[in-house]
């Protein structure tokens, strides 16, 4: 039987994918329309300089920052066996939080949404590791 916490890791991977697809997508239309050869884009300060919309590429690396302590905070539930029912919502409240970024970020962009969309995943994601940290080191499972 698979574990529930699987679930919201799937779906990180999937918001993953999907916005690698849009920044493709974004950058290689606006590539052909203005008939920018890709030797022009060769590193991310060339791209800066060519492309004025940069928000898909900037959320993709994002999905590359703070997420990764979920992957981790995942795995290591998994390999410890001190997932629970509130780590598992903590996990799809995590999931949440991230999809209103990416959405805010490669859409309307307003700074303040997506800045609390972050700062509340933040919550979450710290409120994870405490949890887990309490699991593992009492032996509990909250």
């Known amino acids: ?16 994918i999907i916005v690698a697809s849009v920044m493709y997508r974004r950058r290689v239309s606006y590539m052909k329309k203005n008939r920018i050869h890709p030797q ?3 590193n991310r300060s060339d791209m800066l300089q060519q492309m004025s919309d940069t928000r898909a590429s900037d ?3 994002n999905l590359f920052e703070a997420p990764v302590l979920f992957y981790v ?8 066996n001190t997932h629970s029912h ?3 919502a ?9 999809v209103a970024h ?7 962009n307003k700074v303040m949404h997506r800045f609390t969309a972050f700062i509340l995943s933040c919550l979450v994601l710290f409120a994870m590791w405490v949890v ?3 699991n593992i080191i009492f032996q509990i499972k909250i």
């Open 1 to 16: 039987m698979t574990q529930p916490i699987i679930y919201p890791l799937i779906v990180m991977a999937f918001l993953t």
């Open 40 to 42: 022009k884009v060769q």
């Open 59 to 61: 959320n993709y690396l």
């Open 73 to 80: 905070a995942v795995f290591t539930m998994l390999l410890t």
């Open 86 to 88: 509130l780590l598992v």
């Open 90 to 98: 903590l996990a799809w409240a995590f999931v949440i939080f991230r």
């Open 102 to 108: 990416s959405f805010i970020h490669c859409t309307y």
């Open 132 to 134: 887990i940290a309490l």
